[in-house]
């Protein structure tokens, strides 16, 4: 064997470098950083240099300071609000990312047909995957959501009238609305029934020779209770197939039918039951309870969805490679049943009594700070879904409560904002929260460590 090879052998492992490195960073910056500079290493090897342990773990930390100067950079979540969307929404697991540094440190095969050796269809791998999870006849991928929403109704019924239910013209972050959205791709709003109470007779008075479609809005952000009634999507479709218009279904928060449902989800409709229920077109969010990148993704009927891709607007709304290579990812990991390893189900999954553990050995780990005077409980606590999903729906959890002597909570919480990396964490009855279910258990050390500085200080 060369002694090139024998130096190769002898690198140490990523988790080695992480362990040398200490609690600085959140633990999947710290698997990068270590990545990257072990992979540069083997270069240097493979051109005869020599390169010891230490000058591994000093390129791993540089990597991580560049990091840490960036303007956008890892924060760590303990709002207990496990897609937050003024944190990025879900975070990517390492398949996910190695998927997207695969083709963004390459050319690839994004536009061109390789068997054939011509141009080819940038949806197409991402169309085949999604089709395959979903049962759908084809599959469309955008920048978001509403941009999903609004090419639909833009390429399937400009000019004419779409009707929906009062109870449904949502309003979603940023102020941005459905009447908006809708009235945004050329469509005209048409409205039925009231806030509270939706018939199918009132559809059936509006729908009329000038309608183009039916659009039903899953209300994923809001609840209304007590005297109500919606129109299912079953007999929405039923009504909008006789009168041979397209049932456009909204479902905003992505969820998928899989084996075992949790009871915390019974409030989301699966995309695979709103196929099933008669839509033409479902449309939602890739970064949600799918868990997966920022997109919009379209799925259902093959006549609608190449109309809608023959639409001027997608060359505006098209997604890149990176976003396609991350959805691919995602959907392999529900065709492999492997999805629980995704962080949003990593974190929703986890049991309480797991996080009550956490909270108890982190409480321990701070016993230096009682003599202080410092107050630090495990107690339980409430996580949500977030991101527009799962409204009124909470997550039991536990979580690290903290009071500091002559620190007022306010500036404990700017403190461990300002740090680095900064935690985000809630203020509750004069004292700072921190919520263990959307904190990784591999960051619980460097909490510890940023609590203790923050006090100490």
């Not at 998927?99 to 169309?127: Q, T």
């Amino acid at each position: 064997m060369s002694p090139d090879r024998d130096k190769l052998r002898s690198l140490p492992s990523v988790e080695r470098v992480v362990q040398l490195l200490g609690p600085r960073a959140p633990h999947r910056s710290m698997v990068r950083a270590a990545r990257r500079a072990i992979d540069k290493t083997r270069g240097l090897i493979l051109d005869g240099n020599d390169v010891d342990e230490n000058t591994i773990v000093a390129q791993a930390g540089e990597l991580l300071s560049l990091s840490e100067r960036a303007r956008l950079h890892p924060v760590i979540n303990a709002t207990g609000v496990l897609i937050h969307t003024n944190l990025g929404r879900v975070p990517l697991s390492d398949d996910q990312l190695d998927a997207v540094a695969a083709v963004a440190s390459n050319f690839s095969n994004l536009e061109y047909d390789i068997e054939r050796g011509r141009r080819g269809d940038r949806y197409e791998n991402a169309a085949e995957i999604l089709c395959e999870v979903t049962g759908a006849e084809a599959a469309l991928v955008v920048n978001n959501n509403a941009a999903a929403v609004l090419v639909s109704l833009a390429a399937l019924s400009a000019g004419r009238d779409v009707v929906i239910s009062r109870g449904e013209l949502i309003e979603i972050g940023g102020e941005f609305r459905i009447p908006d959205v809708m009235n945004a791709s050329g469509a005209r709003l048409v409205e039925v029934g009231t806030t509270n109470r939706t018939h199918l007779a009132d559809y059936q008075k509006a729908v009329s020779s000038d309608t183009g479609a039916v659009l039903k809005v899953h209300p994923s952000n809001y609840r209304v209770v007590g005297f109500t009634a919606t129109v299912s999507s079953r007999e929405l479709a039923t009504l909008a197939h006789g009168h041979g218009l397209p049932l456009i279904h909204d479902l905003g928060s992505g969820l998928l039918a899989t084996d075992e449902q949790e009871a915390w989800l019974s409030g989301e409709v699966p995309v695979q039951v709103a196929l099933a229920d008669g839509a033409d077109l479902v449309t939602f969010s890739g970064d949600k309870l799918l868990g997966g990148p920022q997109a919009g993704i379209i799925v259902g009927r093959r006549e609608l969805v190449d109309r809608i891709k023959r639409h001027p607007l997608m060359r505006a709304i098209r997604v890149d490679k990176m976003t396609l290579a991350a959805l691919e990812s995602t959907m392999a990991s529900y065709l492999t049943d492997t999805y629980r390893k995704l962080p949003f189900w990593t974190m929703a999954l986890a049991s309480s009594e797991d996080l009550a553990t956490r909270a108890e050995a982190l409480r321990r780990s701070l016993a230096d700070l009682f003599e202080r005077g410092a107050k630090v409980e495990a107690i339980a606590s409430d996580a949500v879904t977030g991101g527009g999903s799962l409204p009124g729906q909470r997550l039991s959890s536990w979580a690290l409560s903290i009071q500091a002597p002559d620190l007022a909570v306010s500036d404990l919480d700017r403190r461990l904002r300002h740090g680095s990396p900064p935690i985000v964490a809630r203020i509750s009855d004069d004292r700072l929260v921190l919520d263990l279910r959307s904190i990784d258990p591999r960051d619980d050390d460097l909490v510890a460590d940023r609590i203790r500085r923050a006090i100490t200080s």
